[in-house]
Structures are given as C-alpha cells and as structure tokens.
C-alpha cells in the first residue's frame, strides 16, 4: 500500500525550530516529487515546499523562504522539512504529499496530489 507518514510536529516557542519528516513507502520514490502543505482549522491548505526527488528541484512558497530547507534522504525514502525562525504564523497542521511534478504551481493551486499523509501539527508561541 502506497503511503506517507509524517512526523516531527510539536510545540515550539517563537524564533525556534522544528524537523518534519515525511517517510514514503510503497511507490518508487525516485520517480516523484514530494510536497508540504499546512492547513490552519477554517482556513484555505497552502503550499509550503515542493521538491522533485529525481531532480532535485526545490521550490518554496515566498511566506517560507530564507526560513524552511526541504530535503531528502533517497535511502530512507524521507522528505524532511527543516523550519528554522517559526513564527506564530507558521502554526498549522502540516501534510505532505505526492505529486508528479514539484513547481510553483503546485503550492499555488494545489496541484494533483495522488497520496496524502496524516499530517503533523506544529505549534508556535509568542
């Protein structure tokens, strides 16, 4: 069975920083692009990062960038997702998920995810 599992969400004051990981199984990860979203309760999902694992394409949302690094560990068919400055903004559950193609449509619109993890909650405090 095809699948992602996320991991590393918690509790972190402002200005700290906090590791997800997405752990994929069941597909061959070197054919995809994996990509985080996060979610607030009542909001619209948003596009985090995306990165194409055979390329090693990456892309960031700009709300992100200079802050988040995604990466993968190819052997351990894991996505990490390394957020560094949290902001009380950045709180959210957060989801990763698979995709043909990593770009900046894809954290715009959505793109076509096939698989989603359970997602993760992060929580920042001021």
């Known amino acids: 069975e095809a699948q992602l599992v996320e991991s590393g969400g918690g509790s972190v004051q402002a200005g700290g920083s906090l590791r997800l990981s997405c752990a994929a199984s069941?597909?061959?990860?070197?054919?995809?692009?994996i990509a985080w979203f996060r979610q607030v309760p009542g909001k619209e999902r948003e596009g985090v990062s995306c990165?194409?694992?055979?390329?090693?394409?990456?892309v960031y949302a700009d709300l992100v960038k200079g802050r988040f690094t995604i990466s993968s560990d190819n052997a351990k068919k894991t996505v990490y997702l390394h957020m560094n400055s949290l902001e009380p903004e950045d709180t959210a559950v957060y989801y990763c998920?698979?995709?043909?193609?990593?770009?900046?449509?894809?954290?715009?619109?959505?793109?076509?995810?096939?698989?989603w993890g359970q997602g993760t909650p992060v929580t920042v405090s001021s």
């Open positions: 069941g597909f061959i990860f070197d054919d995809v692009a």
């Open positions: 990165m194409d694992i055979s390329t090693g394409t990456r």
């Open positions: 998920a698979e995709d043909v193609v990593c770009a900046p449509t894809v954290l715009r619109d959505g793109g076509s995810p096939l698989i």
